[in-house]
């Protein structure tokens, strides 16, 4: 079957740096995706990585390693509205989305 | 640009009734999708559309039915509702489906309760 796994919650202090994880075992691999979600709204698009290594978008990085199936996004200078949550997600080998469940977190003054 | 609209934002609707749920995007976008999303759960693509006239069933199509007559609509029918379909509903569009580097992009959603 096809998995996408993701810690429930996480919290961390304004102005720090948070790392959420993402481990996938799906049907091939087409690129992994990350969202951000606030409570009672749609998903966002945050990064995209289809190769290994480092994506950097201003505070957001998204990292990815195919061999390990395992990606993070790196929050640096953590503010208030960045409490959210964060949905990670595969294209498989279908070109179909698998969604992990998100990570909500919680940022605390 | 409004991207993509859904309609209604919620709704309270009883077993047994049927429901329409629309979705227009103005980006036009070739592919369309609709996911449910609950609580604990990754968000699970109901049915997708790569083109105008053509659909597909995702992961959970049971108890829904979606046409594609234009570019721009993408509506989503329930028949019979149930309450385990109480959820809330999101409508995504991509400017195709094919290629890996695709991204989606949602509607606002709509918030179905069914008692």
């Known amino acids: 079957g ?10 961390a202090t304004e102005g720090a740096i948070v790392q959420i994880n993402c481990t996938y075992q799906t049907s091939g691999f087409n690129g992994l ?9 749609a998903p966002t698009f945050l990064s995209y990585n289809v190769l290994d290594g480092l994506e950097e978008k201003g505070r957001f990085s998204s990292f990815l390693s195919r061999s390990k199936g395992y990606s993070y996004l790196l929050l640096k200078e953590l503010q208030m509205k960045d409490s959210a949550s964060y949905l990670c997600a595969v294209r498989d080998s279908n070109y179909q989305l698998i969604w992990g469940a998100g990570t909500k977190l919680i940022i605390k003054p | 640009t409004a991207g993509i609209t859904q309609a209604p934002t919620s709704q309270i609707l009883a077993a047994g009734r049927s429901m329409t749920l629309r979705c227009t995007q103005d980006m036009r976008h070739n592919a369309m999708y609709w996911y449910r999303q609950d609580l604990g759960l990754g968000l699970r693509l109901i049915h997708y559309s790569n083109t105008a006239g053509t659909t597909g069933k995702g992961e959970v199509p049971d108890g829904y039915s979606v046409s594609r007559a234009n570019t721009d609509d993408f509506p989503l029918t329930l028949a019979s509702a149930v309450p385990s379909q109480t959820s809330v509903y ?3 569009s991509s400017e195709t489906s094919g290629e890996s580097t695709d991204t989606q992009y949602f509607g606002p959603g709509t918030r179905l309760t069914v008692l």
Not at chain 1, 2 to 11: G, H, L
Not at chain 1, 33 to 41: C, I, N, V
């Open chain 1, 2 to 11: 096809q998995n996408i796994d993701q810690p429930t919650e996480m919290t």
């Open chain 1, 33 to 41: 995706f990350w969202y951000q979600q606030h409570a009672g709204e």
């Open chain 2, 90 to 92: 999101f409508c995504a």
